[in-house]
């Protein structure tokens, strides 16, 4: 039996009486979903406002490596005026040659990687100095395309809000150069037993060979590889100072 045609009715009515009901709940998750979406807007830019002022406490890299029971090594950020020039030089060289003219991202490096990869070789890195900078700062590590997602959004936000020498500042002063050991005043110390400011070039130069892998090379006792780097290095500084690529930090 399909029942009389008052159970019928009564069932029509309840299902009637629900779909408003669903449609209520609806409208409140996506009421509840738009500000969710609203305060992750706002904190994000508020985050990167503050750090455009303000030094960062630590980054999720400093904290990720305590957790390992790698403790911080006499981490003092400073302004980039106390940072030799020669390890900005040092760094662009080898790092990012064209920072002063992309606005984020370098598309020329990102088509050269992926041809190479195409071809067979081995990928590698096209990360722009502002896009490790927030990494760095912002974010945590790993290759997952969720994370490098969220770290082209910052990317952006930086290169708006901070501008090029806060991008090169924040960097120099929360990169990793050793275990426990980041940014630029940290590293001159104990590698070479100097400020950041009293850097010469080929020291400069030997930090920003140990960028590529800080916790297997050694700025001070670099092996064959690494010694042949700093000299490329310390060449491209130069042409780096030559040919104006650093223009974009002189004020």
């Known amino acids: 039996m399909d029942g009389s045609p008052q159970e019928k009715a009564s069932s029509v009515k309840a299902g009637a009486g629900r779909r408003p009901q669903r449609r209520a709940m609806l409208r409140r998750a996506v009421r509840w979903a738009q500000a969710a979406l609203l305060a992750g807007v706002v904190l994000?830019?508020?985050?990167?406002?503050?750090?455009?002022v303000m030094d960062p406490p630590g980054?999720?890299?400093?904290?990720i490596r305590r957790m390992q029971g790698v403790p911080t090594q006499g981490w003092t950020p400073v302004p980039l005026d106390r940072i030799a020039p020669a390890l900005q030089r040092a760094v662009i060289g080898a790092e990012d040659s064209r920072?002063?003219?992309?606005?984020g991202v370098d598309w020329?490096?990102?088509d050269a990687a992926m041809d190479e990869d195409e071809e067979g070789h081995k990928l590698r890195g096209a990360s722009t100095i502002s896009q490790q900078t927030a990494k760095n700062a912002f974010l945590w590590p790993g290759r997952t395309w969720l994370r490098k997602g969220v770290e082209f959004g910052f990317t952006e936000l930086i290169e708006l809000i901070w501008g090029k020498r806060r991008i090169l500042e924040m960097y120099l002063n929360i990169v990793e150069w050793g275990d426990g050991l980041y940014g630029a005043e940290a590293a001159s110390r104990a590698y070479f037993g100097v400020p950041a400011s009293a850097l010469s070039p080929a020291q400069a130069a030997a930090l920003a060979a140990v960028l590529p892998s800080p916790r297997k090379w050694n700025a001070r006792?670099?092996?064959?590889?690494v010694a042949r780097r700093i000299g490329i290095l310390e060449q491209r500084a130069t042409i780096v100072a030559r040919d104006g690529l650093d223009g974009c930090l002189r004020r």
């Not at 994000?44 to 455009?52: D, K, P």
């Not at 980054?59 to 904290?63: I, S």
């Open 44 to 52: 994000t830019l508020g985050w990167v406002c503050l750090y455009a």
């Open 59 to 63: 980054t999720p890299l400093m904290l």
């Open 99 to 103: 920072f002063c003219s992309h606005h």
């Open 108 to 110: 020329e490096a990102v």
């Open 221 to 225: 006792h670099p092996g064959p590889y």
